[in-house]
């Protein structure tokens, strides 16, 4: 009996813990595998959670069926951002980026494939990386984080082709402008700035927060997410979420939202939005209503 309730009290604490880890966790990141069957998820204490999107979404689904098949340790911190290949669960964290093939990982064999560091400034810099862009037609790779640099890196060989310098703070998101092509990178500064990949150099810059219509002071000039869909890009953070035109640089809709936003896409004539901090992915089936939650 003794024995018994000994070894009780680990398991008690153990459990004690874990509550407490999912109290304050936080999904930084999501990505879906390329058959579109699975998510991948991201969290605060880096580690990666695969969910059945297939077995969750059917008619026969169990509470058990909305929790992790499988879930590593990634990364030593946070898994800042993931994006798949048609092979490869690429993961962010701090100071480097991981390639794990998405075929070993639905048979629960999550062995790290690859590891790259860009070529920051000095030895001691271990920036976040916050950002990662894939841009099919050239293969690339592109990261931007805490050092205020974008880094392209060629998916190939896995070597680093340049950097662009432009922000004065450190870099929260990233968008594709297939047609251009071009990149948009939003940061802290306040600014998106459009980056021409042909030539690697910046050709347009927009300081979201000195528009009177968008500016919000009190929430800083921070610009958090941002998508693009040819001529048109929406972005927000600090200054409230709106629709720019972009050749003009011109502020045409500014949505009527107060908190700020960490998330945002073009669905066809819609835009939507996501934000908050649990150990849940909310799942929607339609726009106007959340079928059921995944948690870790």
Same mark, same amino acid.
């Given at each position: 009996?003794?024995?018994?309730?000994?070894?009780?009290?680990?398991?008690?604490?153990?459990?004690?813990?874990?509550?407490?880890?999912?109290?304050?966790?936080?999904?930084?990141?999501?990505?879906?595998?390329?058959?579109?069957?699975?998510?991948?998820?991201?969290? #605060?204490?880096?580690?990666?959670?695969?969910?059945?999107?297939?077995?969750?979404?059917?008619?026969?689904? /169990?509470? !058990?069926? /909305?929790?992790?098949?499988? $879930?590593?340790?990634?990364?030593?911190? %946070?898994?800042?951002?993931?994006?798949?290949?048609?092979?490869?669960?690429?993961?962010? &964290?701090? &100071?480097?980026?991981?390639?794990?093939?998405?075929?070993?990982?639905?048979?629960?064999?999550?062995?790290?494939?690859?590891?790259?560091?860009?070529?920051?400034?000095?030895?001691? !810099?271990?920036?976040?990386? #916050?950002?990662?862009?894939?841009? %099919?037609?050239?293969?690339?790779?592109?990261?931007?984080?805490?050092?205020?640099?974008?880094?392209?890196?060629?998916?190939?060989?896995?070597?680093?082709?340049?950097?662009?310098? &432009?922000? $004065?703070?450190?870099?929260?998101?990233?968008?594709?402008?297939?047609?251009?092509?071009?990149?948009?990178? &939003?940061?802290?500064?306040?600014?998106?700035?459009?980056?021409?990949?042909? $030539?690697?150099? !910046?050709?347009?810059?927009?300081?979201?927060?000195?528009?009177?219509?968008?500016?919000?002071?009190?929430?800083?000039?921070?610009?958090?997410?941002?998508?693009?869909?040819?001529?048109?890009?929406?972005?927000?953070?600090? %200054?409230?979420?709106?629709?720019?035109?972009?050749?003009?640089?011109?502020?045409?809709?500014?949505? %009527?939202?107060?908190?700020?936003?960490?998330?945002?896409?073009?669905?066809?004539?819609?835009?939507? $939005?996501?934000?908050?901090?649990?150990?849940?992915?909310?799942?929607?089936?339609?726009?106007?209503?959340?079928?059921?939650?995944?948690?870790?």
């Amino acid at each position: 009996m003794e024995r018994a309730a000994q070894q009780a009290v680990p398991l008690g604490q153990m459990e004690v813990f874990e509550a407490l880890q999912r109290l304050h966790m936080t999904v930084f990141s999501q990505s879906v595998s390329p058959c579109g069957k699975f998510l991948a998820a991201g969290n #605060n204490y880096g580690q990666i959670a695969i969910f059945s999107l297939s077995a969750a979404l059917s008619s026969e689904a /169990k509470e !058990e069926s /909305k929790k992790p098949m499988v $879930t590593f340790q990634a990364h030593d911190g %946070p898994v800042y951002s993931m994006v798949s290949t048609d092979r490869h669960l690429l993961s962010a &964290g701090d &100071g480097e980026v991981k390639a794990w093939l998405w075929a070993e990982i639905l048979k629960k064999g999550c062995k790290e494939l690859w590891r790259r560091q860009p070529p920051y400034r000095t030895s001691l !810099e271990v920036p976040e990386i #916050n950002a990662l862009l894939l841009v %099919p037609k050239e293969n690339l790779l592109i990261l931007a984080g805490g050092d205020c640099q974008l880094h392209a890196m060629d998916l190939e060989t896995g070597t680093f082709m340049w950097a662009l310098r &432009g922000h $004065t703070d450190y870099i929260h998101c990233l968008a594709l402008r297939e047609r251009s092509p071009e990149v948009l990178s &939003g940061g802290e500064d306040g600014a998106v700035r459009l980056w021409d990949l042909r $030539t690697a150099k !910046e050709v347009q810059t927009i300081e979201v927060y000195k528009h009177e219509e968008c500016s919000r002071p009190h929430n800083g000039r921070w610009i958090g997410c941002l998508a693009t869909d040819s001529d048109w890009m929406v972005c927000g953070g600090g %200054p409230a979420l709106t629709l720019w035109h972009l050749r003009s640089s011109t502020p045409t809709t500014v949505f %009527p939202m107060r908190a700020p936003q960490k998330h945002v896409t073009f669905y066809q004539d819609l835009v939507l $939005t996501a934000a908050g901090n649990s150990c849940r992915v909310d799942v929607f089936t339609n726009l106007g209503y959340r079928a059921f939650s995944l948690s870790f």
